[in-house]
Each structure stands twice: as structure tokens, then as C-alpha cells.
């Protein structure tokens, strides 16, 4: 089955203690990339990915780190957690867009971060 | 600052009522302008789409209405549904190099279709 998958799921931290969500694709997709959703906000991107070793900044980078190793994986890496960044975060992937078909992005289940 | 701005934040329609969700943009530049829609629990899924060469798009019960001039498109739900119940986001896309559309989303509709 052609999907994305997030772990973990649910998290409960507190503030200053790194850690990583975890982002896999099964679908050979070049881009990937990471938003925060916020009520009232909508989906806002963190960073993206156009292939493995090619990552860039979206509209929310600060306090994230991204890693694109594998075409498969990108991992968000939060290096010191802060309550701020209590969100709900979905990991999405797609084909580089060409063609009339535009970009549809694949998303994640989510993942619900709360820092304490 | 928005790209995107949607509206209503949040729609109660009753059973085979029409939902109507309606998004405007600035950015004369957005080409690609899809619909997701995500159910509690789950992430975004694509619903529809359309390019601005046509107005209208209709998939089954759902319909995109475009207005180039006015730079506003819409998304309309006829005969709504109980299983309609979900929150909308509305998007757009700008064309970048080698084929790259970076989303801009809008800030949801949370829809609940009464039953």
C-alpha cells in the first residue's frame, strides 16, 4: 500500500530534550516535506526536500532541522524543544510536479508534539 | 501575512443542504489551486483541483468555481453528507524552478453536515 508513515504518533516531552519524528515514504517520491498545523493558522511548511541531500527552509524553520539521507526518510529534528512548538505536525510527500497534474502531496497521519 | 485567506473558519450545513467554502488570493502568479480534505485523526487528502484556464470543475458532488478577475475560487459541497464532516483547506501554487509548486494552504473550514 502507497502510503507515508510518521513515528511516533503522539508525544509528550518537555522543554530542551532533543528529539526526532520520524517521516518514511513508500512511494519513490523526490519531494517531501513537513508542516505544523495550528487551529486557526491552517498548514504551515517547516522545511522540504526536493531530493536526498537537497533540503531548504519553508515558512516556519526556526528551532527544526531536517536530514534527507535517504530518498525514503526525512526525519524532523527538534534539538531543543519548546512549548511553542506544541503542534500537530504532518510529513507529505510527492512527485516533483510536471505535466497539468500539479503537485498532489501525500500526507502523513500526523504526529501531535506536546512540550511541556 | 496569509497567501491564502479562507472563509468561513467554521460551516454547520444541514443534511442535503450545499456547503460552501470560499478562498482569495493576491499572488496573480498561482496557477494550481487544490482542495484538501482531512477528517479527524488523519492527515490531508486531496479532494479536487483546478487550473485558472477554466472556470468550473466538477467531481460528483463536489464543484470548484474559479473567478480569475476577482482572483477568488470556492469550493461548493452539493447535497452535503454526514460523512461530508471534515475540515477543508483550500491551496495554491506558484509555478518554480525545474518543476517545483510550492503549497500555500489556507487556514481550514471545519464543516459539520447535520444529520
Known amino acids: 500500500e502507497a502510503q507515508v508513515t510518521q513515528n511516533p504518533r503522539y508525544l509528550i516531552t518537555v522543554t530542551g530534550k532533543k528529539l526526532t519524528v520520524t517521516c518514511s515514504q513508500n512511494m519513490n517520491h523526490e519531494y517531501m516535506s513537513w508542516y505544523r498545523q495550528d487551529p486557526g493558522l491552517g498548514l504551515r511548511q517547516i522545511y522540504y526536500?526536493?531530493?536526498?541531500?537537497?533540503?531548504d527552509k519553508g515558512d516556519v524553520p526556526e528551532g527544526y532541522k531536517v536530514s534527507r539521507k535517504e530518498k525514503r526518510n526525512f526525519p524532523l529534528i527538534l534539538e531543543s524543544p519548546s512549548p511553542n512548538q506544541t503542534s500537530l505536525y504532518f510529513c507529505?510527500?510527492?512527485?516533483?510536479?510536471?505535466?497539468?497534474?500539479?503537485?498532489?502531496?501525500?500526507f502523513g497521519p500526523g504526529t501531535r508534539l506536546t512540550v511541556l | 501575512q496569509q497567501q491564502v485567506k479562507q472563509s468561513p473558519q467554521s460551516l454547520i450545513v444541514q443534511k442535503g443542504g450545499i456547503s460552501i467554502i470560499n478562498c482569495a488570493y493576491e499572488?496573480?502568479?498561482?496557477?494550481?489551486f487544490p482542495w484538501y480534505q482531512q477528517f479527524p485523526g488523519k492527515g490531508p487528502a486531496l479532494l479536487i483541483a483546478i487550473r485558472p484556464d477554466v472556470s468550473e470543475k466538477k467531481e460528483g458532488r463536489f464543484t470548484i468555481s474559479f473567478n480569475k478577475s476577482a482572483k477568488q475560487f470556492s469550493l461548493h459541497i452539493m447535497d452535503s453528507q454526514p460523512g461530508d464532516s471534515a475540515t477543508y483547506f483550500c491551496?495554491?501554487?506558484?509555478?518554480?524552478?525545474?518543476?517545483?509548486?510550492?503549497?500555500?494552504f489556507g487556514t481550514g473550514t471545519r464543516l459539520l453536515v447535520s444529520p
Open positions: 499572488n496573480t502568479a498561482f496557477d494550481y
Open positions: 507529505a510527500s510527492s512527485l516533483l510536479p510536471s505535466g497539468p497534474h500539479g503537485n498532489e502531496q501525500f
Open positions: 526536500s526536493m531530493n536526498v541531500e537537497v533540503t
Open positions: 491551496a495554491a501554487s506558484t509555478p518554480g524552478t525545474i518543476g517545483f509548486q510550492k503549497l500555500v
